[in-house]
């Protein structure tokens, strides 16, 4: 193993030559791959998936560990296990990628022992802290608190000098059930159609919670941007009621995560947190604690790893990237890592000979530090942009993993008895779109739905925001390479809270999550023409479909000068999907000078005909090598 100090990687035995030509061959089809392959590589074979049992044990000491924030003590127990099973399934170039990480911890839940609040001499049960808050110490503070409730109009709540020197009680807005956030969106496909709600139906908590909960936990950036943030003399504590019963919020935590904002902070559910708004309208007194440490140069690293194909550690080497984050709060939200474990495992079974790529793997821990993956530094991927684009072809990530759907029964918070959501995005290729129905269908995952969010889905109406998406860029910015992403919805089983046992864990679906994936992988591992799955020929369309009337020479006919480029990129696309590239270059040059003609020349224009010659570029490739 190797243990590198910052996220700067080294092949280790593949020692990638620059002549690799990793990427961007192929076939959309299956029957257009070459070759005699095992038939585990090109079905699921559900004998060889990971048993209830062995499925069980895993999340049991899953559990056994708590929340595996980064740095943590449960953390390195979970990245142990990770790489013990990777080596167990022959994993080769299993690295640490380190990079300087201050970690601030408290107690977590159900050890409350590091917060509490005592409001108006009354102790109060808490749900949760505020992360990044800053630390009162042992005593806590001692303050007249003040309501600041968001439900009412900004011009009635106090100023940042009122809220100076006090405990500010945030009132967060109601879950109203409104807006396409708030319900099941359109979709290209779905399975256990008698479990959903109509599209774009607002979905009562009762019914399932996730929405409601998504709300209620980001909802608090706004706040501490706004105010606990910026103010000069700021307040001494503050503590957010959220509109969640008990059970949702125990163990709570707000996403993402902010950086630090020095005004100690607690989680109230709307039971508990009543008597405490009260308290504060009417200006009483509080006790809050919430006594954090901070750890500098905690250890924090990025784990990649390999196993490998017939031709891991030679140029002509490709791999299949998976990648999930191995860092949260909670049982099913950083599971991801051991959905990868269970597809490794699956192929694990299957000769290295008899595997046409190797699958790497990585597992980024930044997802919950101050910033996540967007700002915060030290990206393995990018940092290593150059040499992965030479070798990755196309990936699968996973996260949210084996959850049962919750629900509110009244103030409590239960299992419904159906499978959470599994969303299965990917972009609006109808290969990709295909090759997901395809894998759902064989690995029999219930409650799923594959979404494709740049087009209309089969109701046409917008399709589902891709969650977790920031996975599937590592696969953008390697090449526009074909990429599913395999999630459970969140927080539909508490997936921001932490709770011990497997009370909101179902073995059979994390199983048939498993076996999607490893179908998915194995669609990248046995085709050799991968051209026409690249994501490039969507965004194409995706680009005309958001050209504004405006953006037409002719606005007056936007409509239909919209509609025959969208049939033009099609017709194209027909011929493409067949690995038939010969009137390809011909009719790239005419959607261009369609383009060019009828659009004015701005930076929607320009995102398409980049586009074009994206796929221009990948189209002589596949006709060079025969």
Known sequence: MTITRSSAWRFGALALATTLVACNGGSGDDDKATGNF??????????QLISPADATAWFQAKASWGATYTGSPAWKSYMGFIEQRLEEYGAQNITRARFPYERWYTTEYPDKTGWSLTSDGTAVDVASYATQSGSTGPNGVTAAMVLYDLSVPAASRPTAAQMAGKIVVVKQAPYTYTGNSAGYTDYEFRTNEDQFLAPFQAVDPSYEASYRNRQQYGQMGTTINNFFR?????????????DMPPGAAQGGRQHGTPNRYEVPGL??????????IEDARAGKTATLKLDA??????????????????????????????????????LIQDAGALGILAVVKYYAQIPQAERPRSIFMVFDTRHFVPGAERTYPYDFVEDNHDRLSKYVIGGVSMEHVGGAQMADAGNEFRATG?????????????????????AVKMAALPRAQVNAEERPGVNGQAQNN???????AHLESLGNHPVWHVTGDWPSSGYQAFYPGLDRFMPEVFIAQAGTAARLVGTLMTTTDLVPMSSSWSKIDQGIRALADADFTTPANAAASRAALLAQSKAMFASV????????????????????????????????????EDVRARAARAVAKG
């Open 293 to 330: 440490q901070v750890e500098q140069d905690a250890l924090a690293y990025t784990l990649v790893a390999t196993l490998p194909g017939k031709d891991f550690g030679t140029a002509k080497d490709t791999a299949v990237m998976m990648a999930t984050h191995v860092d949260g709060p909670a």
């Open 577 to 612: 999907k067949k690995s038939d590239y010969s009137k390809t270059p011909a009719e790239l040059d005419a959607l261009k000078a369609a383009v060019t003609a009828g659009t004015v020349a701005n930076a929607r224009q320009k995102t398409i005909l980049d586009l074009i």
């Open 466 to 472: 891709w969650f977790g998406r920031n996975f599937a």
């Open 230 to 242: 910026s103010a000069t003399n700021k307040p001494v504590g503050h503590v957010v009621v959220m």
């Open 38 to 47: 095992d038939t585990r590589l090109t079905t699921v074979d559900k004998a």
């Open 418 to 438: 159906r499978a959470m959501t599994t969303y299965i995005n990917t972009h609006g290729n109808d290969i990709n779109v295909e090759k997901a129905i395809e």
């Open 267 to 276: 989680l109230l559910d709307k039971v508990n947190g009543a008597k405490v």
